[in-house]
């Protein structure tokens, strides 16, 4: 089984993700500042808050979607 989510990184914002249920390892909030911004070095940055969904070695998505709302899609 699988979720639908909505990216949050600043390269890929807006777009679908499809991540597999099994793979996921932990959900959590996180402040995250913007790639451009870093390669920037722009110190007036204001972070954004998105959801993290960490799939273990796979590595870590950002999304939109609330922990509530992912949560929801694992039940």
């Known amino acids: 089984m699988f979720i639908k989510v ?7 914002k807006g777009e679908k993700l499809i ?4 793979i996921i390892r932990s959900v959590h909030r996180a ?4 790639e451009k911004d870093i390669e920037e070095d ?6 954004e ?3 993290v969904v960490f799939c273990g ?6 999304v ?6 992912i949560y929801e899609m694992l039940k």
């Open 6 to 12: 909505t990216n949050a990184h600043s390269e890929h």
């Open 49 to 51: 808050t998105v959801t």
């Open 31 to 34: 402040e995250i500042r913007p």
């Open 42 to 47: 722009n110190v007036t940055t204001i972070y």
């Open 64 to 69: 939109d979607e609330s922990i509530d709302e």
């Open 19 to 22: 991540i597999r249920k099994d």
């Open 57 to 62: 070695e796979l590595g870590s998505w950002y």
